[in-house]
Every structure is written in structure tokens, then in C-alpha cells.
């Protein structure tokens, strides 16, 4: 059935796995996700981005949605990624997504808590549930470039001022992840001691880790041996995000690994079969490799295997 994540990160949190929350632009992506976590017997999160609403038209994304849902009686939630603004979220619930995101996360501290609570009052209502943002990811996020120096992590002592004051249900945080491929400079790392002072501070409260994705070697290399060109991109080492769902991180945002998955299985198919014009060969690619992706997330890295 389509769910609200209350239930499933109340147990993720007492069981210390994470869920993951999978971007979705189209058939296939959708289908090769849900055929993972079918498999694994695994919670789903299926999250779509304006930028999604715009590629596909929302009607088609959950009618695909809503199939899934038929197709495998899965618990499924499904999640706008980075509202904007209260009219998209309000427009998400009306349509009835079962979490939004309002991301709020670039607004001063005051404003980011104002609409947010403006969000919630009328998510909760109508049995939504409601993710916001307190801190600003470096790189880009959604087209809000945010410059590396004023990337600014999570202050602690305002999230649970945060939480408090908005009566939110989840809350991403910025540790040192970003959006994309480029993730880290230099060497990978997030800032745990802050991430374990957050958790202290909000106890049983379930924390969002954004730009989670590994930007896997074995798919940044297939990508550039056939053709593709995307030289040292890196993102978070699997043990990191391990570690995070130990410290109160419930849901992990996963786009980029779906993307190379997919693109990378494409461009291979297409330097291997020259001579093949037929869509659902390639495509079908994609949707395995994005499959084969999400089932190695969920059982070597997320834990959140048999739950269901
Ligand atoms: O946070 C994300 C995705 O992050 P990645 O680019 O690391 O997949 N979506 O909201
Ligand atoms: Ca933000
Ligand atoms: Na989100
Ligand atoms: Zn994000």
C-alpha cells in the first residue's frame, strides 16, 4: 500500500538501519527500484523532484507509482523531493503523495521555521508527513547554488529548537554531504561528532541524509569507457553511510547512483550493439543495472532487508 514514513522510520530507528529514498523519473528507474525491494523484502521510498514533475507530468509518475504499488503490495511512500514553496507541497498532499519535503534550508532561520510549520499545519491533517532542511548543502541543490564557503552544516542546539517549533517529522541535515558526482575535493568525509550531537539532542528523531549517493567507481568507469566523460567524480564511501544510520539517519537520498547505473548499462549496450535501434534493449539495460544497483543499497548497505 502507499504508506507515510512515521511507522517505517520508527522502526529503522530502533532497529538502527536506513531507508532508502530513490529518485524516480520514469518507467523504468521506478521499475527497477521496486523490483529490488521486492526482492529484498525491503520498506520503499520513492521520491519525486520538481524537475521530475516537469520531465514526466505528474499524472504519469503516480499512475507508475500506483502500480507499483498494485504490482507488489509493497509499503511504499511516495515523497516530494525539495518542495520549493507551500504550493507545491500543498499541491503534492492534494494529489496524494503521503510525505513532502519543503525545503526551506537557504530562507533565514525564522522564515525556514515559519514555512515549515505553514507546511506541516496542513500536511498533518490530512495524514501527511513532512521532511525539512536546517543547514545548506555545498554544490549545487536544485538549482540553488549554494557557494562551498557559505555552505553552512547544521547547528545542533537550532535543530532541536527546529523540530520543536515546527512539529516536523523528519529532518535533513548537513554534514558534509552534496548534491551530483563532484561530492569531496580532497578525501571523503562527513562530520560525525556533529551528526552524534544532533541525535543526542533530538532522541527518537529521525534525521535525512541528502547527497548519499557512493557515485560508484564501477559504473563512473563504465560511463567513461563508452564514451562518457566524467573524470573524478567520487561521493560517500558505503561505510559512511553505515555509520550514519547507526547515529540517528533513517532515510538516505539516492539519485546519482541511480543515474550512473543507468547510464552507464545504456552506454555500454549501445557501443556493444551497434547496430540495435530498439528502445527496450538498452532501456531494459538501464532498468536492470538500476535494479541490480538498489539491491546491492538495500542488502550491503541501507540493512534494511526482510523488514516486511
Ligand atoms: O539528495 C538527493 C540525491 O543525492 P545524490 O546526488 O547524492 O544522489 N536528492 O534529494
Ligand atoms: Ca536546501
Ligand atoms: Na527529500
Ligand atoms: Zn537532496
Do not use: W
Not at 529484498?40 to 507530468?57: C, F
Not at 525556514?112 to 501527511?128: E, F, Q
Not at 517549533?165 to 554531504?177: F, N, Q, R
Amino acid at each position: 500500500p502507499l504508506v507515510t514514513s512515521k511507522e517505517l522510520f520508527k522502526q529503522a530507528y530502533e532497529k538502527g538501519y536506513a531507508i532508502g529514498a530513490f529518485n524516480v523519473n520514469n518507467m523504468e528507474i521506478i521499475q527497477g527500484i521496486v523490483s529490488a525491494a521486492k526482492e529484498e523484502k525491503s520498506p520503499l521510498i520513492l521520491q519525486v523532484s520538481a524537475g521530475a514533475r516537469k520531465y514526466a507530468n505528474p499524472i504519469y509518475l503516480k499512475k507508475l507509482v500506483e502500480s507499483a504499488v498494485e504490482d507488489t503490495d509493497l509499503p511504499i511512500v511516495l515523497h516530494l523531493d525539495h518542495g520549493e514553496d507551500f504550493e507545491i507541497c500543498k499541491q503534492c498532499i492534494d494529489d496524494g503523495f503521503t510525505s513532502v519535503m519543503i525545503d526551506a534550508s537557504h530562507l533565514p532561520f525564522e522564515e525556514n521555521i515559519a514555512l515549515t510549520k505553514k507546511v506541516v499545519d496542513y500536511a498533518h491533517p490530512r495524514g501527511v508527513v513532512v521532511e525539512a532542511e536546517l543547514g545548506k548543502l555545498a554544490g549545487i541543490e536544485d538549482n540553488i547554488s549554494v557557494d562551498a564557503k557559505d555552505a553552512t552544516y547544521t547547528n545542533p542546539e537550532e535543530a532541536r529548537e527546529f523540530v520543536e517549533k515546527t512539529g516536523v517529522d523528519s529532518l535533513a541535515i548537513a554534514i558534509g554531504t552534496s548534491h551530483g558526482a563532484y561530492k569531496f575535493k580532497g578525501k571523503p568525509e562527513l562530520d560525525f561528532e556533529r551528526l552524534k550531537k544532533i541525535s543526542k539532542l533530538l532522541p527518537g528523531f529521525p534525521l535525512v541524509l541528502h547527497g548519499a549517493s557512493t557515485v560508484l567507481s564501477e559504473y563512473v568507469e563504465a560511463c567513461n569507457k563508452f564514451g562518457g566523460d566524467i573524470p573524478g567524480a567520487q561521493g560517500v564511501p558505503e561505510e559512511m553511510i553505515k555509520e550514519a544510520a547507526k547515529h540517528g539517519v533513517c532515510k538516505v537520498n539516492i539519485d546519482t547512483d541511480l543515474r550512473l547505473a543507468m547510464t552507464s548499462a545504456i552506454r555500454k549496450h549501445l557501443h556493444d550493439n551497434p547496430s540495435n535501434f530498439d528502445p527496450r534493449k538498452y532501456l531494459g539495460e538501464g532498468r536492470k543495472a538500476v535494479e541490480n544497483m538498489v539491491k546491492h543499497k538495500i542488502g550491503n548497505v541501507l540493512g534494511s532487508s526482510d523488514q516486511i
